[in-house]
């Protein structure tokens, strides 16, 4: 009968092994990854409220640079990366970027205010949508789910999953495309197109909640 401990050097090797294999990407950390042709969302179809009531739509943000999160508190993974989205936008926020968090909660604005006086959450606008309408508008899968939208209002890459919004890596992405112009986006190499993956392959380890989870 085998030791335990030739058992656990072999489960050790296997998992080196299987580390050795996993995508660069993944060792390199999170990178958003271009579609390989212009990704035009329905921004006028995504409509919301913000803290006033008033409704507004995505095509209010068009000619900065948007990192949608689409949230809810009753999501523990929304949740975890909440604090990290304020800083984000703390730190970037302006005339050429802006977070927008869109909570689904059916509790609409006064839910999320509560959230984010509870949780110190200072620098993050309000926006909801307790239809939940924009789950279909955009097929959106899980939550939380973040898109990033260029100044033309053409999607760039998109992520299931928490993530640390203010890391060194991500906030220099972030200002590549804020430095892009606002005219037309450029078409995209045919080598480019080839190797650009549409979706980001670490969907599979992410922690998604169904979308239509109870308040």
């Known amino acids: 009968?085998?030791?335990?401990?030739?058992?656990?050097?072999?489960?050790?090797?296997?998992?080196?092994?299987?580390?050795?294999?996993?995508?660069?990407s993944w060792a390199a950390g999170f990178t958003f990854t271009p579609y390989p042709t212009a990704h035009k969302l329905p921004l006028s179809q995504v409509t919301f409220e913000n803290a006033q009531g008033k409704r507004m739509t995505?095509?209010?943000?068009?000619?900065?640079?948007?990192?949608?999160?689409?949230?809810?508190?009753?999501?523990?993974?929304?949740?975890?990366?909440?604090?990290?989205?304020?800083?984000l936008q703390k730190r970037l926020g302006g005339k050429n970027f802006a977070v927008v968090p869109l909570s689904v909660d059916k509790g609409g604005i006064y839910t999320v205010k509560s959230f984010y006086d509870?949780?110190?959450?200072?620098?993050?606008?309000?926006?909801?949508?307790?239809?939940?309408?924009?789950?279909?508008?955009?097929?959106?899968?899980?939550?939380?789910?973040t898109i990033l939208i260029s100044k033309q209002g053409e999607e760039i890459a998109r992520t299931m999953g928490p993530e640390d919004?203010?890391?060194?890596?991500?906030?220099?992405q972030v200002k590549h495309y804020m430095a892009a112009p606002a005219g037309p986006a450029a078409k995209p190499s045919q080598q480019a197109?080839?190797?650009?993956?549409?979706?980001?392959?670490?969907?599979?380890?992410?922690?998604?909640?169904?979308?239509?989870?109870?308040?």
Not at 165 to 172: E, F, H, K, S, V
Request: one cysteine or more; proline letters at 10%.
């Open 58 to 87: 995505l095509a209010d943000f068009k000619g900065k640079v948007v990192l949608l999160n689409i949230w809810a508190t009753w999501c523990p993974p929304c949740v975890h990366e909440m604090p990290t989205l304020d800083k």
């Open 1 to 24: 009968m085998q030791s335990l401990a030739l058992l656990m050097r072999r489960a050790s090797a296997a998992i080196v092994f299987c580390l050795a294999c996993a995508p660069a």
């Open 165 to 172: 919004w203010d890391q060194p890596a991500i906030i220099a």
């Open 118 to 145: 509870d949780n110190f959450i200072g620098h993050l606008p309000i926006y909801v949508d307790p239809t939940t309408q924009v789950l279909e508008t955009l097929s959106i899968l899980g939550t939380p789910t």
């Open 193 to 215: 197109a080839r190797t650009v993956q549409i979706l980001d392959t670490r969907v599979a380890r992410t922690a998604t909640v169904p979308p239509h989870a109870p308040d």
